[in-house]
């Protein structure tokens, strides 16, 4: 079909940037077969139903995975990059933030913040 390709914006993920911006974190669910749905999309990868809708996450996840990238100080130094589960069954990449890259653990339980348009991890019960 000549231009019907997709932009990788599409609706719903530019309305999912609009909410961070704001300073919300919005996941989709599906009322359909009640699964929850992250990254957004606009058909349901469980089912393939049209019918989702935003919700706001509890916002307590787990780590699932976690990587050290090494910079060198002067780039802004080690950061890290996890995987986290959150609580409603999706995961997402993010990084885990107030401690050092190398003390973030599989397994730890964490906290969802939005910072600069950006969903990034703290660890649960941390003084913020
Ligand atoms: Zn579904």
């Not at 990238?69 to 069954?89: C, F, M, Q, T, Y």
């Amino acid at each position: 079909m000549p231009g019907a390709e997709e932009s990788t914006m599409t609706g719903v993920q530019a309305r999912h940037q609009v909410a961070l911006d704001e300073g919300r974190f919005l996941i989709q669910r599906c009322e359909a077969c009640t699964c929850h749905v992250y990254f957004p999309r606009e058909v349901c990868p469980h089912c393939g139903s049209d019918r989702l809708a935003w919700v706001q996450p509890q916002g307590l996840g787990t780590v699932y995975a976690v990587t050290t990238v090494r910079r060198k100080a002067d780039a802004g130094g080690d950061v890290n990059v996890s995987l986290i589960d959150l609580d409603e069954g999706v995961r997402l990449m993010s990084r885990v933030e107030g401690i050092a890259p190398s003390d973030v653990r599989i397994g730890q339980r964490v906290r969802a913040r939005v910072a600069d348009g950006l969903v990034v991890f703290d660890l649960e019960g941390a003084s913020a």
